[in-house]
């Protein structure tokens, strides 16, 4: 593999500013899921949170992901799943 092609191959993890390969790793489902939703929240994540709400290939349970980030890395705060008006934290 070329420098140039190595250098653009995608790390499946979030950022760690000191241990790129070391970041939480993304939920596998979240590859090929319909994006419902995502945006920010009133709850108090690091970094303003980012919260993602996204339905997993072939399923219709909608479920949530919330990351919380600084200028070091990202990471995972939270998952949930959502059920009408809940949301349950397995």
Request: net charge neutral.
């Amino acid at each position: 593999m070329s420098r140039d092609r190595a250098a653009r191959k995608i790390i499946p993890n979030l950022p760690d500013h000191f241990h790129p390969r070391d970041g939480d790793k993304f939920p596998a489902e979240l590859i090929g899921a319909e994006i419902v939703d995502f945006g920010t929240t009133n709850e108090r994540v690091e970094g303003g949170g980012l919260v993602i709400d996204y339905k997993p290939g072939g399923s219709a349970q909608i479920r949530r992901l919330y990351l919380g980030f600084n200028d070091l890395g990202m990471w995972i705060h939270r998952q949930s799943i959502l059920d009408g008006r809940r949301e349950y934290i397995p």
